[in-house]
């Protein structure tokens, strides 16, 4: 029981540091954000933050991972009972730029560096390219998808329409999480007009 505990409390303390970090590199911006700054706000000691993270680096990389496994607990967990491959991309779609859009800074910085193999978040990156993957592959499978076109060409173009609300649409930090979803499933629907099987 007291490892649990001591587990438990450990996993909270990371989830404390990540989440101040984010709001902190979102408000200061990264280049202005200190490990000082973050262990302050998560109300710990710079040598506890290291326990955690060894750089700002290693903190923007956990980041990318909380994002991910999110989207991997949602996919196996939340979507599991959908049977419908095209609303599983959808949902994972709208996800990914609802939760981006709030800490849309930081997102461009993390994809910007995530496209470069030589980074360590490029690893996440091709994690996410291959839930994609899955995904497009599932609703080729079901006939919700054009079988013709590559399955990793669909991904690019999905990964596109990401790119667009990250890049693309200025506003995105004044719009609500509704909103953005909105948007995003019109841009959806256009793309996927165009990519149904005939």
């Known amino acids: ?22 709001r902190l590199f979102t408000a200061k911006g990264y280049e202005n954000t200190t ?18 993270f060894s750089s700002k680096e290693d903190l923007l990389q956990g980041i990318a991972d909380a994002a991910l496994e999110e989207i991997r607990q949602m996919v196996r967990d939340g979507l599991r009972e959908e049977p419908d491959g095209l609303a599983k991309i959808r949902c994972v779609m709208e996800t990914l730029v609802a939760d981006s859009a709030r800490y ?20 996440a990156r091709a994690e996410l ?12 499978d079901q006939g ?8 990793e060409d669909l991904v690019d173009i ?12 200025e506003d995105m930090e ?13 841009v959806l629907d256009q793309v996927l007009a165009g990519l149904a099987e005939p």
């Open 1 to 22: 029981m007291k490892q649990g505990r001591r587990e438990m409390n450990k996993l909270q303390c990371r989830n404390r540091i990540l989440k101040m970090s984010r």
């Open 35 to 52: 490990i000082e700054d973050v262990a302050e706000a998560a109300e710990i000691s710079k040598a506890t933050l290291y326990n955690y």
């Open 104 to 123: 849309i800074t930081l997102t461009r910085r993390i994809f910007f560096l995530n496209v470069s193999p030589d980074s360590e978040l490029h690893e």
């Open 129 to 140: 390219l291959e839930i994609l993957g899955q995904l497009v592959r599932e609703a080729q």
């Open 144 to 151: 919700r998808l054009r079988r013709d076109l590559p399955p």
């Open 158 to 169: 999905f990964l596109g329409v990401y790119l667009l609300t990250q890049f693309g649409w």
């Open 174 to 186: 004044r719009c609500t999480e509704d909103e953005r979803r909105r948007r995003v499933g019109r």
